[in-house]
């Protein structure tokens, strides 16, 4: 097992560094730094030196991948690829343009990214799960379809919508929770709960249907059959036999985002005003802040990977047939 | 000539997108098994409802894509600079009506107060310039209005309606046993709507007008093609490299194999949103950077629009990819595709056409199912300020600029709730199709 988990984790390092480069050759091939200079300090009216100060600024000064100019080692460590790309490992992102650390602001945005996308990972699964098997305990029926065209509906509607939706009604009409914002400890809780149930409401379509399917597929085994056969009522066949196997897909299913849980939601973060990474993203995005749009590139895929390898351990975890090697 | 017609490069692809269908459509009649599955979609009354409000999208869209610059009067063979559609032609009334700010749906004053200088002064909601114009001061006739006009819209509908159920006559003459009813109940639905709309489109804004004035319903109109493009476009730009990726690694094995596998689990590692982020803020710069590449405004919308397909392209094949890999890999060790290669078949004529044929279905299915979701990408993208050109209308900017006016008290509700059914209306009938589509296609479905 642990010999499996390194060599996995030796794996991953190809991949990360395929993201790594993906990414330099985005921001820094594709456009020089002098493009994006000239971008940020608007098209027409730049004066040479007003780039060179801008470049100077955040380190885009240095050659690409070579440095002639300095000694020894630093021929490669005095470059944009060492000093953006390479450090990147150490997790040392640099600065953002407000000059406070990336690193260090992304420790402080973790908090409430999870605060918000815990709830909805837990809930969401869970108000999922009980919907597709309602579906499946009246599957055939009137109320199966009547379910099944509710999902594909949910699912028709753009997540912008459930937000909009639920701000306007919850926070407006009913004036029962303020609209954005956020606050430390306890009180955080009015502020979460609707990003919560928006967000569930949001997913719970696409992901009901999904596990129907599984759940159906389940049903048609032959323990279930087996099962029946022996006189088990069908709730007992649903809720002991078909829910505890068609959970192995499931559960392992929803591993491999566990990790990017930390990234948040930008969507959800944006409109409602929580200070946490997916904010800090869209408010990047907007102030066309390369660098920590490139850090959080960076950390989403590291996190994605590491969601990867979560997955294939948990395979054995549920599935004793299953040997890593 | 009157105008000049304009091919700009998103309507090229659409016209080949469109060229490709009616090939493809063509083709499967000619193979045995893709008739058969096609048949099956037709005979689904959700299959062919959902294709009927399809294909009234897609003639919204096709009427939006035929662009031409209008000749400018005088002597001089000179063209305007703003390109339009044929649809701008048709809704010519609606896009140039244009008020003031905010009217609510069917108004007839404005909906915010201002200081008017007749005689008594003081601050009231003013007149529209054309909103129920044609009922002068006799505002007290407009629910009579209204109603006449519904109603001849509505008698409009239902003789568009039966003309349509004549000219369609021989076509299902030709292909009996499929659920026409469905589609024809669609259309009659699709009929009634849009008559009313369209005779109270004359003298009244039937979806209220937005923030500078422009008429909502126009919009709303406008905004399909752009959905429909994403949607389409981004899947036929990705289409060739997945497909070939896909059979190679499947086929070669080996590194090259090993190669196609790390590229992209690699894409596929980064999270799609930050990779289209970084992706459109760099085009962002490349196009700022090199104002000279374009020579219209609409053009630069273009490429961006084409740039946006590209980048949601690359983040999206790859499950395409990974996919058409598994079934080759499969398809690779059958007795048929053994027997070719004893035979001593070349390996691109086994892929051409023993494997290719073999793998089209997922193709399908994946074209039919990533459809909606692209719809809907592109609002969140566009919101989110990654998505089209801010002048491109598109769900997106729409959404995004009524987002702000729930604030008003009272709201201005109309121009979200427009976006909201057009969008709800084209991702639903997408949905339902791509259903249709995968049960009909996927082997393992029970016959």
New interface residues.
Partial sequence: MLAYLIRRLFYAL??LI??NV??FA??FV??TPD??A??QLG?KHVTPEAIVKWKAERGYDRPLFWNDAAPGAGRLTQTIFFTKSVKMFALDFGRADDGRDIAREIGLRMGPSLAVAVPVFALGLFAAISFALLLVYFRATYLDFAGVVLC??M???????YI?GG??LVS?VWHLVPISGYAEGLTAAKFIILPVIVSVLAGIGSSARWYRTIFLEETTRDYVRTARAKGLSERLVLFRHVLRNALIPILTGAVVVIP?LF?GS??IE?FFGIPGLGSY??DA??A?D?AV??A??FI??AL??VG?LLTDISYTLVDPRIRLQ | MMFKPVLLWSDALFFLLLAAALGGVAWAARVEHLRVAWRRVGQSRTGMAAATLLLAFVAVGLLDSLHYRERLPGEKEAYAVEVRSALDALLSGLRTRTEKTYSAPLATHSFAKETLDAEGGGRDFPRLKYGGAHLGDDLAGQGADLLVRTVQGLGIGMVAWLALWLASAPLRRAAPGLAWNAALVTLLALCLVAGPVAALAQGYHVLGTDKVGQDVLYLTLKSIRTGLLIGTLTTLIMLPAAVFLGLLAGYAGGWLDDVIQ??Y???N???G???I???V??M???I??H?DWFATSAERADARLLALCAILGITSWTGLCRLLRGETLKLRELEYVQAARALGVSDLRILSRHILPNVMHIVMIAIVMDF?GLV?AE??LS????GVDPNTIS?GTM?NTA?ME?AREP?VWWS?AAA?VF??AL??AA??FA?VVRDAFDPRAAR
């Fill in positions: 190809p991949i395929g993201v993906i990414t985005l921001f594709v456009n493009d994006m000239r971008m098209v594909v509906a699912m028709s509607i753009s997540g912008l919508f909009i701000q306007w407006k990017t990234m930008l969507l944006a993203t869209i995005i907007n066309q390369f749009v490139r959080m590139v989403g895929s994605y990977i990867l | 790390y590229v689990t690699t894409l590692s980064i999270p949103v930050l990779l982020a970084a992706a803020l760099m962002q710069v490349m700022d950077t104002p909606s809907l609002a969140v919101y989110v300020g990654i769900f959404i987002r729930l709201m979200l909201f969008m709800f991702v639903l949905n339902l259903d």
